[in-house]
T-cell receptor, first 114, second 116 residues
Framework: AQSVTQLDSQVPVFEEAPVELRCNYSSSVSVYLFWYVQYPNQGLQLLLKYLSGSTLVKGINGFEAEFNKSQTSFHLRKPSVHISDTAEYFCAVTFSSNTGKLIFGQGTTLQVKP | GAVVSQHPSRVICKSGTSVKIECRSLDFQATTMFWYRQFPKKSLMLMATSNEGSKATYEQGVEKDKFLINHASLTLSTLTVTSAHPEDSSFYIC????????????FGPGTRLTVL
């Protein structure tokens, strides 16, 4: 079965510190990978995506992620976080064999402390 | 580009009434739209896939007679929660698949439904 796992439900970090949010997926077919951010009572905003090509993907707001096929991971990183990065982060996968449906991870709450 | 809107952003209704939520792609045509439900502190649960001009495909466990989906045009999909009850209170989010991207979706801002 295809699935997405975000290993940390909450990640507390101090402002200006680096952060990594982990995401692993399970699939026997090719995948497209996404990270979304959600601020309270809002929809989802795309941070970055991996479709093909370079495994290191850069997104908005200084975030980047690396696709590791052998470890089936797509971890999100930022070298220095800001208070404004406090939000919910979702990893999502769509599989090239399906109808475009996104499968979401459980979400990770990033709490940036001053 | 690729903006998706939802209306209303917030709605409060009495138990037993029906509520319609609209999802529009503002600057592109979306042959496929998706409806999600999100419980507090939880991830998004796909409810159904809406294709223009055809019946929606519902996920397992979603009552199609309670959550009516109509995708009447390439820019509009509607979700009607019929005979709403307090347990239907939730955050509903739609998304639209962009036709030029590989399975990429753009999300609406969401609708907060509260059933009293």
């Amino acid at each position: 079965a295809q699935s997405v796992t975000q290993l940390d439900s909450q990640v507390p970090v101090f402002e200006e510190a680096p952060v990594e949010l982990r995401c692993n997926y399970s699939s026997s077919v090719s995948v497209y990978l996404f990270w979304y951010v959600q601020y309270p009572n809002q929809g989802l905003q795309l941070l970055l995506k991996y479709l093909s090509g370079s495994t290191l993907v850069k997104g908005i707001n200084g975030f980047e992620a690396e696709f590791n096929k052998s470890q089936t991971s797509f971890h999100l990183r930022k070298p220095s976080v800001h208070i404004s990065d406090t939000a919910e982060y979702f990893c999502a996968v769509t599989f090239s064999s399906n109808t475009g449906k996104l499968i979401f991870g459980q979400g990770t709450t990033l709490q940036v402390k001053p | 580009g690729a903006v998706v809107s939802q209306h209303p952003s917030r709605v409060i209704c009495k138990s037993g009434t029906s509520v319609k939520i609209e999802c529009r792609s503002l600057d592109f045509q979306a042959t496929t739209m998706f409806w999600y439900r999100q419980f507090p502190k939880k991830s998004l649960m796909l409810m159904a896939t809406s294709n223009e001009g055809s019946k929606a495909t519902y996920e397992q466990g979603v009552e199609k007679d309670k959550f009516l989906i109509n995708h009447a045009s390439l820019t509009l999909s509607t979700l009607t929660v019929t005979s709403a009850h307090p347990e239907d209170s939730s955050f509903y989010i739609c998304s639209a698949a962009i036709p030029w991207g590989a399975n990429e979706q753009f999300f609406g801002p969401g609708t907060r439904l509260t059933v009293l």
